[in-house]
């Protein structure tokens, strides 16, 4: 008797293990967007407006994975015609390869439980390449309505569109690069 209660007892005095935690991204709250220039003239801006996904975060690990799904087909620069043209065949290609991208990585540089970067790959227009994601901020609150923990991040990152065929107005003068910024809230999963 006394056995198990000395192994009930220390059991009870053992720290909990964190358990790693799931997110919901919620859309609602998550934009990201983009620059590209146009013949080193001028910057078009843009955005993703349908993106859906969730993150894994085990803080006291020092782990976690991000899987996002966004939607190409609801690329948004502001302008009716530019929007149905990156559709098209002559860019995204839609028809062709499907309006889903993917962005799938790792979370990665933790410190004090915090990542600061996602080292990942982004699936487009048939192609897999990587993309590190640098995360100028990362925090997580208590959410006010959910009762469940909410969790943010201010996201950077940059990439050669043509590395996925994209490679459009090149004859032109168009630089290749494209900057990406990502401001995503997700909430844990219920």
Known sequence: MRLWATAL???????AIAAPVTYDIDPT???PSFEADHMGISVWRGK????SGKVV???EAGSGSVDIVIDLASIDFGQDALNAWARGKDFFDIK????????????AGF??????EVQGELTMHGMTKPVVLKLN???CIPHPMHKRELCGADAAAAFNREAFGLAAGKDYGFSMDVALRIQVEAVAAK
């Open 29 to 31: 709250h998550t934009f």
């Open 9 to 15: 007892l220390s059991t009870a005095m053992a720290p």
């Open 57 to 59: 975060l085990d803080r």
């Open 96 to 107: 062709r390869f499907g309006s889903k991208a993917t962005y799938r990585g790792t979370l």
């Open 137 to 139: 901020s990362f925090k």
């Open 48 to 51: 993703i407006n349908r993106n």
């Open 111 to 116: 410190r004090d439980g915090v990542p600061s």
